[in-house]
């Protein structure tokens, strides 16, 4: 049985793999105080997962720099590093001091790290620590995870999270370089999936078409005319899971689909998919991010990972899953 630590282990994308990780036979240390606005959910209420009901499960509601401090086990297999304060584009962009504190959840992990040595550090970085001047309107590309590099390029992230994020890939190659630890750092792009908190685009779109179901009209954010790679929780995982062994020297990968959807065409296909033909229209009030953010696949792909799950079909089943 693998020992296997996950800190913020209670959000998103935590409770998905804690999930698959159990289910394979991992013994879960899952560290998070369930911080408001993170979209963490305490074990005993997960809406498709019960944590609880596996003997492997153990769970610790504290904030992961405290838990660092009083457990020094030399013996975890996997840490899977998730801890983070992010809570979609509002926060990113109104609250960017708050967001900075992933600093520090970063540092007091790799030292906690250096000490105790895990056989493998799994850390998660950010589609926002790509160049924001790659993703502009009259300029934008897939993004390769070679486009930064600490040797020459770096450019401007997105925002404290997208610099946080760049600290922390920065940091795992340090740990790798200078303590022969093993590492791979992710870059998810737009994860989405049928329990994704409110505060995040997907969900709120679908039930917005759902509340609204045979208008005229459905607004979106910013001029909806920004594109996403989106790309379900399940193939996150399964990109996970598939590449983490291949990589040691804390080198980036992507997990994305290469494929641009603008919020204006997700807000179309849902309406479709609930059977109307409504006028999508943005509205200014509320920010948009960089105008196009996409991943390329090819590093995936040579690892054995490409997604399954198209976007289309992935709202589908979001829209079903609200509307019961």
């Known amino acids: 049985m693998k020992k296997t630590l996950v800190t913020g282990g209670c959000g998103f994308v935590g409770r998905h793999l804690i999930a698959r990780l159990l289910q394979e036979g991992h013994e879960i240390h899952c560290v998070d105080p369930i911080v408001p606005l993170s979209g963490g959910i305490r074990p005993e209420e997960w809406p498709l997962f019960q944590p609880l009901e596996h003997g492997g499960f153990h769970f610790y509601p504290q904030d992961c720099r405290d838990w660092f401090g009083g457990h020094e086990d ?20 109104n609250n960017p001091l708050a967001v900075a504190d992933d600093l520090s959840i970063d540092a007091q992990y790799w030292q906690w790290a250096v000490k105790t040595r895990p056989v493998k550090n799994i850390v998660f970085s950010s589609s926002a620590a790509y160049p924001i001047e790659l993703q502009r309107p009259d300029h934008y590309e897939l993004l390769r995870e070679e486009m930064i590099t600490f040797e020459d390029r770096i450019g401007m992230p997105d ?23 093993k590492a791979v750092c992710y870059r998810p792009f737009s994860g989405y999936g049928e329990d994704q908190d409110d505060s995040y685009p997907f969900p709120g779109v679908c039930k917005r078409v759902l509340a609204n179901r045979g208008a005229e009209e459905i607004t979106v954010w910013g001029s909806g005319r920004q594109m996403r790679d989106f790309i379900h929780i399940d193939d996150c995982v399964e990109g996970i899971l598939t590449t983490m062994d291949q990589i ?21 296909i849902a309406a479709e998919l609930c059977g109307f033909s409504p006028a999508v229209k943005g509205t200014s009030n509320k920010p948009e991010g ?23 079909d992935g709202i589908a089943r979001a829209l079903n899953y609200y509307d019961a």
């Open 74 to 93: 030399t013996d975890f297999d996997y840490a899977f590093h998730l801890a983070a304060m992010v809570g979609g584009r509002e926060m990113i962009e």
């Open 159 to 181: 925002m404290t999270y997208g610099w946080a994020k760049l600290t922390n890939e920065y940091l795992a190659r340090l740990a790798v370089e200078k303590h022969a630890l």
């Open 248 to 268: 040691d020297d804390a080198s980036a990968l992507n997990l994305s689909t290469g494929l641009y959807t603008s919020f204006i065409e997700f807000a179309r």
């Open 290 to 312: 960089v105008f196009a953010r996409g991943g390329d696949t090819a590093r995936q792909r040579e690892l054995g990972f490409t997604h399954t799950l198209s976007f289309r």
